[in-house]
Nanobody, 120 residues
Framework: QVQLVESGGGLVQAGGSLRLSCAAS????????MGWYRQAPGKQREFVASITSSGISIYGDSVTGRFTTSSDNAKKTVYLQMNSLKPEDTAVYYCNVYGLLNSRRQYNAWGQGTQVTVSS
């Protein structure tokens, strides 16, 4: 009932930048929070960043000061600007959206993931 489409991943050299986007669609009544997680091979999924509908954002310790998340509520889209990328940022990045459906039931949706690879 909620579809998330991610874009913007790819290959970049260390020190470079990438911008991820995630657009939500479907039977969405409201969005409370949009965010990003990542999972590297052999590791657990890790929190990266999130932003609430009122614009409050938080970040994981490993990306604070380098990554910035923002959103366009009208477009139901969240962005992740990643600067000063490091090889350890290499992972599949997943979009996560939480809110209410038109039926007023809560949902917690995940994107399909987009690969980010940072070469040294």
């Amino acid at each position: 009932q909620v579809q998330l489409v991610e874009s913007g991943g790819g290959l970049v050299q260390a020190g470079g930048s990438l911008r991820l986007s995630c657009a939500a669609s479907g039977s969405i009544f409201s969005i409370s929070r949009m965010g990003w997680y990542r999972q590297a091979p052999g590791k657990q999924r890790e929190f990266v960043a999130s932003i609430t509908s009122s614009g409050i954002s938080i970040y994981g310790d490993s990306v604070t000061g380098r990554f910035t998340t923002s959103s366009d509520n009208a477009k139901k889209t969240v962005y992740l600007q990643m600067n000063s990328l490091k090889p350890e940022d290499t992972a599949v990045y997943y979009c996560n959206v939480y809110g209410l459906l038109n039926s007023r039931r809560q949902y917690n949706a995940w994107g399909q993931g987009t690969q980010v690879t940072v070469s040294s």
